[in-house]
């Protein structure tokens, strides 16, 4: 398609380099990766954990991006249709872009009810309100999900809030709040980590805990911790990226600037590590595993050291931001699948996919309390949620936009694209997209099948 200057867009590669990391960098860098590859034997869950990013996550990544840019509309049904017409295959490849936003809808109704509660820990931060309980955060925790209203409501806002800066559209809404969070973000991280060594003398262990190799930990499972969580963390799977990608007006290569986007996710999943850890030892507190991390002990930490309630205060807007900017490119890509597939206007297609996430996350926020015993498959409606796009629908959709970029998009296009040449680089992507990425996905799919 041709691009007006007028059109929205990027005003830059860094525009998309921002907005990407932004969508990436997420709840899964801040509490799932620093646990998990603690739990995992550190040093050696980080070194599998990287080749899972480098062999799978950045392959399926660069094609998102590929079939985006290339693709004649902004969404991933028109892109994919459009390519395998252009390619003389089958226009059902449309039905990957659909099963992507499929995903995205109901991941965004759960992801939302966790992000509303990092709202309401800004503020339970600075009042310092673990210590004012006699159960600590653990109580304050469950106090918050057994008040249904509460949950609602922190929800609702957060629905609000994404849907404000989406309906700005891509430059002057997502591109102009990213240029703000990320930096923030990261000056956030790295205030704490300088916290940590000053404040607290754990960073030494933190340090250890995460990187000295432990082989005698990994076991199988580890392999599929690591590859879920290369998966989960660099948002790809759902067309996101896809969507992002589409907006690159300019024609530079597209691998370099995957690769910037996961080594910014990487480095903010371990420099999160670095900073959560010596809060947590400090106060000799055990690292817990899942939101019991950042949720629980992480609180109980903050109210027991000097100066808590600001660092706690500063550590869960650093949680607000990175949860933000990965909720609007969940919804990016909903509005721009409705725009494009059935003519709405930006508006409309923000109202209603907002409304109509918003009622899946209200039922998923219900889970915790009033509807804790609905249950599906062995699962609260929460759960279900998390399992379902987590472990098959985002990896099957990552599966199929490789599969599309490896065994439909020509070579030359491919090359066109990337702009690695016509060389080695570009045969090793193809047989990654085309065979390692997918049998990465099938272990997800098996291990979560045995689970
Ligand atoms: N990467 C995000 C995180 O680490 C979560 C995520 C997974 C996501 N898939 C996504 C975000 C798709 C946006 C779009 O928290």
């Not at 525009?15 to 040093?43: I, K, M, Q, T």
């Not at 060594?197 to 599929?224: M, N, Q, Y």
């Not at 597939?341 to 930006?346: H, I, K």
């Not at 030359?412 to 570009?426: C, F, I, N, Q």
Request: aromatic content about 10%; charged content about 10%; some cysteine.
């Amino acid at each position: 398609m041709q691009t007006t200057p007028t059109a929205d867009g990027w005003s830059s590669r860094l525009g998309f380099v921002l907005a990407a990391a932004g969508s990436a960098v997420g709840l899964g860098n801040l509490w799932r990766f620093p646990y998990v590859a603690g739990e995992n034997g550190g040093a050696a869950f980080v070194l599998i954990y990287l080749a899972c990013i480098a062999l799978i996550g950045l392959p399926i990544l660069a094609s998102e991006v590929a079939i985006g840019r290339r693709g004649a509309c902004h969404d991933p049904i028109g892109a994919l249709t459009s390519l395998s017409r252009a390619a003389g295959a089958s226009p059902r490849w449309g039905l990957v872009g659909l099963l992507g936003g499929t995903s995205a809808f109901f991941f965004l109704s759960f992801y939302n009810v966790v992000a509303g509660w990092s709202l309401v820990y800004v503020w339970y931060a600075l009042r310092g309100t673990a210590a004012s309980v006699p159960g600590g955060a653990t109580e304050v925790f469950a106090g918050l999900t057994g008040n249904a209203p509460l949950m609602v409501a922190l929800h609702l806002a957060f629905v609000v809030l994404t849907g404000a800066i989406v309906l700005g559209g891509v430059r002057d809404g997502i591109e102009r709040s990213v240029r703000v969070m990320m930096p923030a973000l990261l000056l956030i991280l790295l205030g704490l980590i300088a916290y940590g060594v000053i404040e607290t003398g754990e960073f030494g262990r933190a340090a250890r805990f995460l990187f000295a190799p432990d082989f005698s930990r990994l076991t199988l499972k580890s392999l599929a911790e690591a590859l879920g969580q290369a998966f989960f963390t660099l948002s790809v799977g759902v067309g996101g990226m896809l969507v992002y990608g589409s907006f690159l007006q300019e024609s530079g290569g597209i691998a370099r600037t995957a690769i910037s986007v996961a080594a910014i996710d990487t480095a903010v999943a371990l420099l999160a590590g670095l900073a959560i850890f010596p809060i947590v030892f400090a106060t000799g507190i055990e690292p817990s595993a899942g939101p019991g991390l950042i949720f629980v002990s992480l609180p109980n930490a903050f109210v027991a050291l000097p100066g808590g309630q600001w660092v706690g205060a500063l550590f869960f807007v650093l949680v607000v931001f990175a949860a933000l900017t990965s909720t609007i490119s969940l919804l990016e890509l909903l509005v721009e699948l409705l725009r494009e597939q059935l003519g709405w206007s930006r508006w409309q297609a923000v109202s209603r996919a907002s409304a109509g996430y918003a009622l899946v996350g209200i039922a998923a926020a219900l889970s915790f309390n009033v509807w804790s015993d609905v249950r599906l498959f062995e699962r609260g409606i929460f759960d279900l949620l998390v399992d379902l796009t987590s472990n098959i629908m985002l990896p099957l959709g990552g599966a199929g936009f490789a599969l599309f970029a490896g065994w439909v998009m020509s070579r030359d296009s491919l090359a066109a694209e990337l702009g690695v040449g016509e060389g080695w680089r570009l045969s090793a992507f193809r047989m990654l997209a085309r065979v390692v990425a997918p049998i990465g996905v099938f272990i997800i799919l098996l291990a979560a099948l045995l689970q």
